[in-house]
């Protein structure tokens, strides 16, 4: 089954537009809305129609970051039926490979409606390859003879995983992650959020690795400020309207203390706060994105 020729470069405006519907305020700029390297990328990919690996380098605050750009796209007999998936995996071997391969594997599995496998202890750049060329067999394999009737009406999938910012010290790297798929005809549904990876820890950093005990409280207090200035609503309104958002049952409202937190991510000096579209917001507010 030969490669259909599908532009990433001309992938990335849509792509970009479409993240663009992700809120949040402050004066920190929202590198999903103007990616730094898009230029620079679109010189180095043009056309895919055989699964491409090609050597890289990223520059971001002055640091170059040397990655391997994994670009594999997964097409069908049907015209309006592919997987793609583009990752930018660090050269070697490096724990943030794993964790990329992780949620790969992740966002392949909303799509594969189960579990699907990853191996905890790979952390080169050839093992996000293997990954990612198994997810694309059992594409064709099992998920398109399922769908062989309903595919008239087109199916498709875009995950695009890449560095956003590195720190000074080349321990922390913060990645940007886009995913886009729609089935059906349905309207598309669209996931951003950063993460970070630590070399140190060997893994994914979460809100406790990045905020001291001391000042865990405040940066809530912060966020959630943000977040329900951003809605138009006092802090006390916004956390019952949270509250009977999530869980309508729940026998007591969110507090300071315990409303959700969603993805959050070292961001250059900052904190950035990544949720899932539908969320904390209905689906038509987009992925909500905060800086602290």
């Given amino acids: 089954m030969g490669f259909k020729k ?23 700029k929202d590198p999903f809305v103007d990616f730094p390297d898009d230029e620079k990328l679109a ?10 690996t090609t050597d890289t380098v990223f520059s971001f605050d002055g640091r170059e970051v040397e990655t391997l750009q994994i670009a594999r796209v997964f097409p069908t007999e049907y015209s309006d039926v592919f997987f793609s998936i583009r990752v930018f995996a660090l050269k070697g071997e490096n724990p943030v490979n794993m964790g990329l391969a992780r ?5 392949f599995s909303t ?7 990853y191996d905890l202890h790979e952390t ?21 003879p399922q769908l062989r009737e309903s595919v008239v009406n087109g199916f498709y999938v875009n995950v695009d995983l890449r560095p956003a910012w590195v720190s000074a010290d080349g321990d922390v ?58 809605a138009g609503k006092t802090v006390e309104e916004y956390l019952g309207w949270l509250t009977d958002y999530v869980n309508p049952e729940a026998p007591k409202r969110f507090t300071v203390d315990d409303f959700p937190i969603g993805y959050v991510a070292s961001y250059r000096s900052g904190l950035v706060f990544s949720y899932p579209q539908g969320a ?12 602290l």
Avoid: W
């Fill in 6 to 28: 599908i532009c990433l470069s001309a992938m990335l405006p849509a792509m970009t537009f479409m993240a663009a519907g992700c809120s949040g305020r402050g004066d920190v």
């Fill in 43 to 52: 010189e180095v990919v043009s056309v895919v129609d055989k699964p491409s």
């Fill in 103 to 107: 949620i790969i594997s992740e966002d």
């Fill in 111 to 117: 799509v594969a409606g189960g579990d699907v496998h």
């Fill in 124 to 144: 080169t750049a050839r093992a996000v390859t293997e990954q990612i060329d198994y997810y694309g067999k059992v594409f064709n394999d099992t998920i398109l």
């Fill in 173 to 230: 790297y913060t990645y940007s992650s886009y995913q886009e798929s729609c089935a059906g005809g349905a309207p598309a549904e669209i996931s951003c959020y950063y993460i970070s990876f630590s070399r140190r820890l060997g893994r994914q950093m979460t809100f406790d690795d990045l905020v001291a005990p001391a000042d865990r409280h405040a940066v809530r207090e912060r966020l959630l400020a943000q977040m329900a200035g951003d």
């Fill in 280 to 291: 904390i917001a209905p689906v038509s507010r987009g992925c909500p994105l905060f800086f």
